[in-house]
């Protein structure tokens, strides 16, 4: 699947290249790792301290849960030959039920992490790509491909790393490295 995606996206770029050709247009091709200058900015680090710290949150609260639960079971284990079968009924719906309310727990857990994540994470690549969009803008790019995403088939020398510019254009420090 993987090759077969590549070879699609070559075909498109040849397409792209041989309309502009035809038609007698430039084709300025740019390319960019977003998730380097993601990463340059101070925003995502911040961004992502905080999502760090939710997910800790979230992970001690089920780590509690378990906890809870497991010495649930262990004290049913070393009971349950003394236990009536009224009562050993009565503790093994307890520990379903404590199973059931960690499991749900825990999809809620995940929906809310997604939605942490993307309040956190949108601002900061909505920027960067206002940032790229201005600068593929300005500087007349027809494409622009993000490296980091693992699309490129192929990366020409006449192809431009604009990473330079669009921290420029951010403001980041040219001393300011992402690898």
């Known amino acids: 699947m993987n090759m077969i995606k590549r070879i699609s996206v070559l075909l498109v770029i040849a397409g792209i290249a041989f309309s502009s050709f035809a038609q007698g247009n430039e084709t300025k091709l740019g390319h960019i790792n977003v998730q380097n200058l993601l990463e340059m900015m101070p925003e995502y680090d911040s961004a992502k301290k905080e999502f760090q710290k939710e997910?800790?949150?979230?992970?001690?609260q089920i780590e509690q849960m378990q906890v809870e639960?497991?010495?649930?079971?262990?004290e049913y284990q070393q009971q349950q030959d003394s236990l009536t079968p009224l009562l050993r009924?009565?503790?093994?719906?307890?520990?379903?039920?404590?199973q059931q309310r960690m499991q749900s727990?825990?999809?809620r857990a995940q929906q809310q992490i997604q939605k942490t994540r993307q309040k956190l994470f949108e601002p900061v690549t909505q920027k960067a790509q206002n940032a790229i969009d201005r600068?593929?803008?300005?500087?007349g790019f027809t494409y622009v491909f993000d490296t980091s995403a693992g699309a490129?088939?192929?990366?020409?020398?006449?192809?431009?790393?604009?990473?330079?510019?669009?921290?420029?254009?951010l403001g980041l420090s040219?001393?300011?490295e992402g690898e």
């Open 69 to 74: 639960l497991n010495k649930k079971f262990q």
């Open 55 to 60: 997910q800790r949150s979230i992970q001690k």
């Open 89 to 98: 009924q009565s503790k093994e719906e307890e520990i379903r039920s404590l």
């Open 105 to 107: 727990f825990q999809r």
């Open 135 to 139: 600068v593929a803008e300005r500087e």
């Open 152 to 169: 490129v088939v192929y990366q020409g020398n006449n192809s431009i790393d604009i990473l330079p510019l669009v921290k420029k254009e």
């Open 174 to 176: 040219a001393d300011t």
